[in-house]
């Protein structure tokens, strides 16, 4: 998560865990550094989003990128 690029202005990266088919915040990215992303077990995929919201959503808004776990 330390080497993603800026978001564009106005605009927040949440990172995701989908698990029995439902994304699950991780977090979000702080200007230089993950702000506490927090674990998940059993998670199939992992997903970055890009949020207008500074705090997160509760389900992803525009998904940048998707990844199978493991």
């Keep these: 998560p330390t080497g993603l690029p800026a978001p564009k202005t106005g605009s927040y990266y949440q990172f ?11 977090g979000m ?3 230089n ?8 077990e ?5 997903a970055i989003s890009e949020e207008p919201n500074p705090e997160g959503n509760p389900t992803p808004t525009t998904v ?7």
Excluded: H, N, R, Y
């Design 16 to 26: 995701w865990a989908i698990v029995d088919g439902k994304p699950v915040s991780l």
């Design 29 to 31: 990215k702080s200007e």
């Design 33 to 40: 550094m993950c702000a506490s992303l927090q674990t998940v």
């Design 42 to 46: 059993q998670a199939v995929a992992f």
């Design 64 to 70: 940048l990128a998707i990844g199978k776990a493991g």
